[in-house]
């Protein structure tokens, strides 16, 4: 007979006996349903942050840091430097004719957490004449802009979310007194949490000297590495030129790497326990089933066919967990606004990631049904009928 | 206990089941340990915090302080001791191989007597050009006592016009928990006298000890109201606040996260075990209503299961928690050294705990089968029509 009949007819068999066995099925199905869940809402928190942090800004900008720098904070540009990198040929030019960059600050401010009132540090960051301009997406969304020269900042439509005294109208404490926010803005990314203040004003508030980044946009995309020679190779300057998302690239590199080593451990080892739950499973089904394959074998079955049949009742099984997991995932979290420390960004819950916990599922019926499979086409008709 | 070695010749009648259950709940119990553990440790710290010390620095960004406001800090009546140091911030070799060092002046010491031990202090004191580092920090970058730790420090630029730092390594002593990755601490003094001169006489924090704990954040807010409408506002926080759990992981809740998981790999084993036990008792129906015919009582009869669910469930917490701990002394090797995180470290609270969870989850798993071996008739059962 063909074997792929044969694996048709065995199965289905399998499959019409398997209400018999519905509680123990449920073990297998709970148990993937736990790892797939538990495993999409932590990848959903870490690629929510990590498609946030690479969205982060305007992908036709390069950014300017001192040199060696992987974060923009401890970056210093002196006002002098800051000149020259502003000015260098192949910048965009504004509609008034000068180039298109912005030299700026960021700084924390020290906040408290909306959720838990655990101590936090929202971002303030600068514009200076070109700043708005360099963000394409950056619109007013209240209120209105900070005036330059005034002691004024406007917030992220999202900062509430996160901090505490970050609406319109609250004021903030900075070195020179309290700052009202006199508006609200959106521009879709990571800015959405922070606050914006004029460059010079800020600056001269808490004491800041130098900027901590030039941003700029280029004429065209093929300027670049004329820039960047243009200014790494200026005797004067000591920094590092780069296009801003190999820039959000490195700075989430090294705390991604550990986040994806803690959510696929925890993840591993859920799917370990689900993995012997489905081996006790099908070992018991297989047991149960033990005079049903006694006479399959007697009317010639083959054994192969009755070790695919279990494994596929098992892969059945624990894909129907898998996406009964998932789903619960998507819904709970996809799309879901949460904050991260200074960052607000929305859980992702992909189709390609409940494809990859689908493949979990798979896995761990694979590898947890591969033994009791073995047990089944082995089983000869006299010991089956001898285990009655 | 006289019934004990029916309990076992129950587990050994089906050894793999028996073996498998417990490797389920070894694995739920793996991550039970890890999570909770974590959740302990980071509660554990805060409790360790003491509540008389407190950190001022500079209120925005990494801005240095000048060393007056740490004599003006001193000054404030309540304030009993105050320290300053400075950072080296750099790396060794390659800008991703992030190193530096704290330079504490001579008392700091004397207040962060749980940072490092008083041996790896004094070593400090004795040599102002030497560094003392925790074990981790050593066997990181490769050194022992008397090499040179090399750090290129890009924001330190030194009198002689270069930013590298070759600092002798004094000591190495053990590492705390308190402060998780490991440190490498040298001394304020040589530090600021290696600056150029305008660049000397600042300092990166003031740490403070109060007279008295319940004055922490009154004296914190008074500071912080001193340097207000200065040249270099401050930010002052009692080191319990700052070690407060929900800072640890972004502002989450730390507790709600570990014990959700934790509940989550029960769960899932609940379901397991539950079925296991059904599966046991209905094989052995007979076996039960002849129990029952010489005289067990129902009580007697449920406690069997109870326990036969239970030494499963109980041995697998136990190895659990104990590869939680041998995972997680395995952690700081791959955590990031700037994380911050210290890693989960399973205290006698969470072997209770997990014996504790354990004991209701094989009661939980063996109530339904332990009911309906109550209702079970014996006649119909030992006759074969049930």
Known sequence: ?388 | MKYFPLVWAALRRKPIRTLVTFLSVTAAFTLFGLMIGLNDTLHQLEARAPANRIWTVGRFGDRAMPIAAAHRIARLPGIKKVSVMSYLNGYVGDPKNVAGALMADDVYGDIFTDQLTPEGWESIRRDHTTVTMSRQQAEHFHLKVGDIYKVIAPQSVRADGTNVWELKVGHISEDVPQVPNGMVAGSYDYYDRSLPLAKQGTIAEADSIVDDPANAAALSKQIDRLFANSAHPTQTTPEKTLYAVNNFFGGMNVGALTHGIALIGLLMILFLIGNVIAQSVRERRAEFAALKTIGFSDAKLIALVAIEAALPCIAGALCGVLTAAALSEQLPKVMPRTFGIPPPVMSPAVYMLALASAFLLALASAALPALRLRRQDIAAVLSGRA
């Not at chain 1, 900062?159 to 803005?185: H, N, S, Y």
Request: aromatic residues 8%; charged residues 15%.
């Open chain 1, 1 to 388: 007979m063909n074997m792929l009949r044969q694996i048709v007819i065995v199965s289905s068999l399998g499959l019409r006996t398997l209400r018999q066995r519905l509680w123990q099925s449920l073990v297998i199905v709970v148990g993937v349903a736990c790892v797939t869940g538990v495993l999409l809402f932590m990848l959903s928190m870490a690629e929510g942050m990590h498609q946030a942090a690479l969205n982060y800004g305007d992908p036709r900008s390069v950014i300017v840091v001192s040199r060696g720098m992987i974060f923009e904070n401890p970056s210093a540009i002196p006002r002098d430097q800051a000149r020259i990198i502003l000015n260098v040929p192949g910048i965009a030019r504004a509609q008034d004719g000068s180039p298109l960059s912005d030299a700026s600050v960021s700084t924390f401010v020290p906040t408290e957490l909306r959720r838990n009132n655990a101590q936090g540090f929202i971002i303030l960051r600068t514009f200076g004449k070109e700043g708005q301009a360099l963000r394409p997406t950056f619109h007013l969304v209240s209120g209105r802009m900070f005036r330059p020269g005034t002691h004024e900042l406007i917030a992220g439509v999202k900062a509430p979310f996160q901090f505490k005294g970050m609406a319109l109208g609250d004021k903030v404490i900075l070195p020179d007194g309290e700052w009202p926010i006199v508006g609200t803005f959106a521009t879709g990314d990571l800015l959405d949490a922070q606050l914006v203040g004029d460059t010079e004003t800020v600056m001269q508030s808490i004491r800041h000297n130098t900027y901590n980044t030039v941003t700029a946009r280029l004429a065209s995309p093929s300027a670049f590495a004329a820039f960047r020679r243009a200014l790494t190779t200026n005797p004067i300057l000591a920094v590092d030129v780069m296009r801003l998302p190999d820039w959000n690239a490195l700075g989430s590199a090294g705390i991604s790497d550990f986040f994806h080593l803690a959510i696929y451990g925890i993840s591993v080892i859920l799917a370990i326990g689900a993995l012997f739950g489905c081996f006790n499973t099908m070992y018991a089904a297989v047991e149960s089933r033990s005079n049903e394959i006694a006479t399959l074998r007697a009317l010639g079955y083959g054994g192969l066919a009755i070790a695919v049949s279990v494994l596929l009742e098992a892969a059945m099984l624990s894909v129907a967990g898998g996406l009964i997991g998932a789903s619960i995932a998507w819904a709970l979290c996809d799309g879901e606004q949460t904050g991260f420390g200074s960052d607000v960004f929305t859980l992702i819950v992909s189709p390609a990631m409940i494809g990859t916990t689908i493949l979990w599922a798979i896995a761990v019926a694979l590898l947890g049904g591969l033994l009791p499979s073995i047990q089944a086409a082995r089983w000869t008709v006299s010991d089956a009928l001898r285990a009655r």
